[in-house]
């Protein structure tokens, strides 16, 4: 039996499909991150209860704290009652220096960051000025009837770099109510670090290069913090979080990347962090090299089966996110049938970059450090956030996006608010959202 949550309520849904009342009793004791590891798709209805409209693919992970359901609404809002989009999530990189030299690195640091091209001091803006960035953000959302905003700190290089980070993840908590995401390798997470994360964090997601003790030098050139310190790390993190009383609302969560080294390891890694009371596991495609194709690296029998089988260690206190498509190792961004993509870039108004002291479309390197994409620079004056999404300053950022993009970084993000788009506008009749639950 699945379940079906939204608009306060909660329903069944059958195996024939069929929708079925349900009490709050059966699933309403459910947190937030019980209820993202058991999540399974998106589901809408219509006024006759009837599904119109259902996708299978899972973005617990990708939109937690936030749900599949309030991006789905939000769109709704815009569409049907012309209410202007709020800013649902906001991704920071706010530090350069980083420990890793990753061979498949798609951010700057990795790329050359231009940084003469970018304001005078944007990335030197005291703890004040940062704080009242997050402010803005926040009752910009508010006014658009939004109140939870998605703050994820990942870097341009390592977050835990940044030198005021326990202060900044403390002001998003308490005085912005923020929904936080840190992404990290952990190589320089200190114990004061580790302890504004137990107390403020949403979401916890350490990213490993790679499995072994020699992954880490051989994939990222490093050699001070390894695997074994990673898995120590990690240890911390639950640890604290157990004596914390944090295990039913705080999500960590690992990050791997699929590789041909790692064909045969990946279940024996996966039942380690289960064992260890890990909450999830994401394996992900990378990149496709430059002048390749996807295709050029399929995923052998024994990946294939390591997989699967990891998969099947999926309960409702683990879970696992796998890619969308096992066809090969690699993915691409590449725009491949511009009739499916959609004419207008949702991504730039409901999920911008914050570069320092700048707003950018997207995390697309060409994009991000291109100042043709810059939708404005803080400067600390009152609500700049309505001059830079302005709908005038928006269509002239993103005249050629995504008509001209030759990729895309948020393109399974922009299908969806398309497809969802889509059936506001093809349906008359009033629409309700759902998550579903496992």
């Known amino acids: 039996m699945e379940y079906l949550i939204g608009d306060g309520e909660v329903?069944?849904?059958?195996?024939?499909?069929?929708?079925?009342?349900?009490?709050?009793?059966?699933?309403?004791?459910?947190?937030?991150?019980?209820?993202?590891?058991?999540?399974?798709?998106?589901?809408v209805l219509d006024e006759k209860g009837e599904v119109v409209w259902s996708t299978r693919k899972r973005y617990a992970q990708h939109f937690f704290p936030l749900s599949v359901v309030d991006y789905a609404r939000a769109i709704y809002a815009f569409e049907r009652f012309g209410k202007p989009l709020p800013i649902l999530s906001v991704d920071s990189h706010d530090t350069l220096e980083c420990d890793f030299k990753c061979a498949d690195c798609l951010s700057g640091c990795?790329?050359?960051?231009?940084?003469?091209e970018y304001p005078k001091d944007n990335f030197k803006m005291p703890l004040e000025f940062y704080e009242h960035i997050l402010k803005e953000i926040v009752e910009y959302s508010s006014r658009r009837g939004f109140s939870k905003v998605r703050f994820e700190q990942s870097g341009e290089g390592n977050p835990d770099f940044y030198e005021f980070r326990p202060e900044i993840l403390s002001f998003a908590k308490r005085n912005a109510n923020m929904g936080i995401v840190y992404v990290t390798s952990g190589s320089q997470t200190d114990d004061s670090l580790r302890h504004s994360l137990i107390e403020n964090a949403d979401f916890?997601?350490?990213?490993?290069p790679g499995i072994g003790q020699n992954a880490y030098r051989f994939?990222?050139?490093?050699?001070?913090?390894?695997?074994?310190?990673?898995?120590?790390n990690l240890e911390k993190i639950l640890?604290?979080?157990?004596?914390?009383?944090?295990?039913?609302?705080?999500?960590v969560g690992a990050r791997l990347a699929l590789r041909s080294e790692h064909e045969g390891a990946y279940l024996d890694f996966a039942k380690r962090l289960r064992e260890m009371g890990l909450d999830v596991i994401q394996i992900v495609k990378i990149l496709v090299p430059e002048y390749k194709r996807p295709e050029d690296?399929?995923?052998?029998?024994?990946?294939?089966?390591?997989?699967?089988?990891?998969?099947?260690?999926?309960?409702?206190?683990?879970?696992?996110?796998?890619?969308?498509?096992?066809?090969?190792?690699?993915?691409?961004?590449?725009?491949?049938d511009r009739r499916e993509f959609p004419q207008q870039c949702f991504s730039a108004l409901i999920q911008p970059v914050l570069m320092g002291r700048s707003l950018f479309v997207c995390t697309k390197s060409e994009v991000m450090?291109?100042?043709?994409?810059?939708?404005?620079?803080?400067?600390?004056?009152?609500?700049?956030?309505?001059q830079f999404l302005s709908p005038a300053q928006v269509k002239e950022v993103t005249k050629n996006v995504p008509g001209e993009?030759?990729?895309?970084?948020?393109?399974?993000?922009?299908?969806?608010?398309?497809?969802?788009?889509?059936?506001?506008?093809?349906?008359?009749?009033?629409?309700?959202?759902?998550?579903?639950?496992?």
């Open 11 to 43: 329903k069944c849904l059958t195996p024939s499909g069929e929708i079925a009342p349900a009490t709050q009793k059966e699933i309403g004791s459910l947190s937030k991150k019980q209820i993202a590891i058991r999540s399974d798709g998106l589901i």
């Open 219 to 232: 994939y990222s050139g490093q050699t001070d913090f390894t695997y074994n310190d990673s898995m120590k």
């Open 110 to 116: 990795g790329k050359s960051l231009p940084i003469e």
């Open 405 to 438: 993009c030759k990729s895309c970084c948020s393109i399974y993000d922009n299908m969806l608010m398309h497809s969802l788009q889509g059936v506001i506008r093809s349906i008359k009749s009033g629409l309700r959202f759902y998550e579903v639950i496992k």
């Open 239 to 251: 640890d604290e979080r157990r004596k914390n009383g944090r295990e039913k609302d705080l999500m």
């Open 297 to 336: 690296f399929p995923v052998t029998s024994l990946a294939m089966e390591q997989l699967q089988a990891t998969r099947d260690l999926e309960n409702p206190s683990f879970g696992v996110s796998l890619p969308h498509s096992l066809d090969s190792m690699y993915y691409s961004r590449e725009i491949e």
């Open 204 to 208: 916890i997601r350490i990213s490993f």
């Open 369 to 386: 450090y291109s100042q043709a994409f810059r939708l404005g620079t803080f400067q600390g004056v009152p609500q700049e956030l309505e």
